[in-house]
C-alpha cells in the first residue's frame, strides 16, 4: 500500500469488497430515484438488496477507533490477542520527519519482550492486553448498508478525518467504484456528495481540487 503519510511494517494492506447482491445494473435511473424521493435517508432500504463487506487487512489500533464510531454497521471485533503482533504496526511519516523511528520501532520491540516475558511467567491473558500499543495493525471485518457507507465516506474521505482511516475509506471506495460505478461514483467526502463544506472556518479550502479528484 503506497501510503504518502505512513506505511504499515511488515504486513500488506489489503481491502476486499464483497457484493452479495448487487441494487442496480446500469441503470443511473434508479439511483436517482433512490437519492430524489428520500435524500440519503432512502438508501437506508437498500440494505435489504445490497450487502457490502469490507475487509481491513491492517488497521491501526487508533484507526480502528474511528471505525467503531460508526454505529449502523455490523463490525466483526478482531480477537486481538489472537492476532496482535508487535512486528505489525503502523509508521507514520512524521514520526520519521522528526528523526524519531529508531526509538518509535523500539517501542514496539519492548512491548513486545514484556508480553512475552509476562507470558512465560504465566500471566492471565487478559494482562498482555494493557501492552497493546495504538499503532499495532489487525485485520477487520465490517458490514455496512449503502445508507451508512454515504455517512462513512463522506465524513471518513475528507481531507480533515484521521489520514489513516481516510486513506483506508479512499482505498475502499476506490474498489466499490470499480464493482458498482453507477451507485458509488455518488459517494465521497461531503463537499463532494452537496457541493458544500461543512466545515466552517476548519475547512481545507480545496473543494475544487476534492471534486476532481472524486469524479475520476
Not at 26 to 44: D, R, Y
Not at 119 to 134: H, K, Q, T, V
Amino acid at each position: 500500500l503506497g501510503m504518502v503519510e505512513s506505511e504499515v511494517v511488515d504486513m500488506p494492506l489489503y481491502y476486499g469488497v464483497a457484493l452479495f447482491l448487487l441494487l442496480v445494473s446500469g441503470n443511473l435511473l434508479v439511483l436517482s430515484v433512490f437519492f430524489g424521493l428520500g435524500g440519503a435517508s432512502a438508501l437506508t432500504t437498500v440494505f435489504f438488496l445490497l450487502g457490502i463487506a469490507l475487509l481491513f487487512g491492517g488497521l491501526s489500533l487508533a484507526a480502528l477507533t474511528h471505525l467503531t464510531r460508526h454505529r449502523m454497521q455490523s463490525l466483526c471485533p478482531p480477537q486481538l490477542l489472537q492476532n496482535i503482533r508487535y512486528d505489525r504496526y503502523v509508521l507514520p511519516q512524521s514520526v520519521r520527519d522528526k528523526g524519531m523511528e529508531a526509538r518509535y520501532r523500539s517501542a514496539f520491540e519492548l512491548a513486545g519482550q514484556a508480553a512475552a516475558q509476562l507470558r512465560d511467567r504465566g500471566a492471565d491473558e487478559s494482562i498482555l492486553c494493557y501492552l497493546m500499543l495504538s499503532g499495532q495493525t489487525v485485520p477487520v471485518l465490517t458490514t455496512m448498508n449503502a445508507g451508512e457507507l454515504y455517512v462513512f465516506f463522506r465524513l471518513r474521505c475528507c481531507t480533515r478525518a484521521q489520514w489513516e482511516i481516510r486513506d483506508a475509506a479512499c482505498q475502499a471506495l476506490a474498489a466499490l467504484r470499480e464493482v458498482s460505478p453507477e451507485l458509488f461514483r455518488l459517494y465521497g467526502p461531503t463537499c463532494f456528495c452537496t457541493g458544500k463544506c461543512p466545515e466552517g472556518k476548519m475547512t481545507c479550502g480545496r473543494q475544487a481540487e476534492m471534486k476532481r479528484k472524486f469524479s475520476e
